[in-house]
């Protein structure tokens, strides 16, 4: 049973060593049924030290919204998915063809749009983690760590 924390905190770092946040990129959460992807949404931009934090009401509205408009995508509810999720930021050739799918789908919502308009993501390779959540993460403010290494041109 997936329980959302109040809130999660995303630090965004370079891959060199510094622990330096990075800003500008894109993060995402997806959710998981039996392993498998269920739902993802776009968080936001990191702030210029490389944190974004979202609250997990906010997440639990993006999926409502979401299910009201698909509907036979997203037949069962977030609390029905499995107890952990995953945070990732898109890189390179992945970010891009995404940012360019975005930019003509009248489905994806202007401030979305804006965020890969200006998101920084081409320039590193995708990454991920996942975090496990319980009751005892509830209200908790639960902290991920992205590490973001440069693309090798």
Same mark, same amino acid.
């Given at each position: 049973?997936?329980?959302?924390?109040?809130?999660?905190?995303?630090?965004?770092?370079?891959?060199? +060593?510094? !622990?330096?946040?990075?800003?500008? $990129?894109?993060?995402?959460?997806?959710?998981?049924?039996? +392993?498998?992807?269920?739902?993802?949404?776009?968080?936001?931009?990191?702030?210029?030290?490389?944190?974004?934090?979202?609250? +997990?009401?906010?997440? !639990? !509205?993006?999926?409502?919204?979401? !299910?009201?408009?698909?509907?036979?995508?997203?037949?069962?509810?977030?609390?029905?998915?499995?107890?952990?999720?995953?945070?990732?930021?898109? +890189?390179?050739?992945?970010?891009?063809?995404?940012?360019?799918?975005?930019?003509?789908?009248?489905? $994806?919502?202007?401030? $979305?749009?804006?965020?890969?308009?200006?998101?920084?993501?081409?320039?590193?390779?995708?990454?991920?983690?996942?975090?496990?959540?319980?009751?005892?993460?509830?209200?908790?403010?639960?902290?991920?760590?992205?590490?973001?290494?440069?693309?090798?041109?």
């Amino acid at each position: 049973m997936l329980v959302l924390p109040e809130r999660i905190s995303v630090h965004a770092v370079s891959s060199l +060593g510094t !622990q330096r946040g990075v800003g500008g $990129v894109l993060v995402s959460l997806r959710t998981l049924r039996h +392993g498998s992807a269920y739902y993802s949404t776009a968080l936001g931009l990191t702030d210029t030290e490389g944190w974004i934090r979202v609250g +997990g009401e906010t997440i !639990q !509205q993006a999926f409502t919204r979401n !299910q009201d408009l698909f509907p036979f995508d997203y037949r069962v509810a977030l609390e029905d998915c499995d107890p952990e999720i995953e945070i990732y930021a898109r +890189g390179g050739a992945d970010f891009e063809r995404w940012r360019a799918e975005t930019s003509h789908s009248t489905l $994806v919502r202007s401030d $979305v749009k804006s965020w890969y308009d200006n998101a920084r993501n081409g320039e590193f390779e995708s990454t991920s983690r996942r975090a496990e959540l319980s009751t005892d993460t509830a209200l908790a403010d639960v902290m991920v760590e992205l590490e973001m290494r440069s693309r090798v041109p």
